[in-house]
């Protein structure tokens, strides 16, 4: 089968919201969307119960959003089907042939973050290839600069896609995912590495800023190293790395406000209670304002 941009819907406004940022993806890609409604994924707009009214209900919003997408981007070519499974058992299995899957996140009212429910981390936590949550309301303006007047654009350059770098167990998969996001957008790619003091530095040495700055430069040399083949294999993409003394999770968070897409890596890993997130992406993934890619690796 080939390899598609898929989104997972529901009819709500967050994933009408993914399901554009998933043409605009495709569109980036030159693949063709593909569109996916798992039954049990209630609706929020209209609740049903029985089979057929579920399937009346998937037949329309299947339909609209086809519509609605073919209007925006007719040059598209646009796929879609219902399934009557759960949404947790659908989209990580969608997930296997996607270029990636995308799927819509709930916006915090008056708080800015995502609320992520149980489905969100569900199919993250389970998906073996890259998944992509988009907040509701999100827009194409937003992952562009604005316009010398300061208003809303998408004719404008792109703003910078954010990559988070653990320099210690760097991971080619997620390197290659935001350094080739950032080429199509032919725009900057901005990489964040938070890292901590040693235990002991509180203890007399804080006063000696040499050994501060000599850590600094270790951290830095670090990120630098790291990257170095991949701005090699990229010499198109303007590189920024960012280090700083804090949490990882906060510097992503905060970088996010002016990116176009975050890149974050989970490491494919069980535990009797279930996959594991990781604590940074967790972080990303309430917190980032940007559409966040989940790139799991080994």
Known sequence: MPRTVTVGLDGSLESLA????AAREAGLRALPLHLVH??????????VSDDETRRHWADRVLRETTGRLRRHHPDLEITSEQVREAPTTVLPRAAE???PLVIGSRGLSGIVGYLVGSVALSVVGQATRPVVLVRSGARAEDEHQPDPEGRPSTTT??????????????????IEFAFEAAARRATTLRVVHGWSLPPYFGYGLAADPALGSELDQQEKSAVAEALASWREKFPGVDVV???????????????????????????????????????????????????VAVIPHE
């Open 241 to 291: 790395e960012q280090t700083a003394i804090g949490n990882a999770g906060a510097h992503l968070v905060d970088a996010a406000r002016d990116a176009s897409l975050v890149v974050v890596g989970r490491h494919i890993r069980r535990t009797p209670l279930g996959a594991r997130i990781g604590p940074v992406t967790h972080a990303v993934l309430h917190h980032a304002t940007a559409p």
């Open 157 to 174: 350059p792109y703003r910078d896609v954010v990559l988070g770098l653990d320099h210690e167990h760097p991971d080619d998969t997620v």
């Open 97 to 99: 042939e996607a270029e």
């Open 18 to 21: 993914a399901a554009e940022w």
């Open 38 to 47: 798992a039954w049990d994924w209630q609706p929020y707009a209209e609740p």
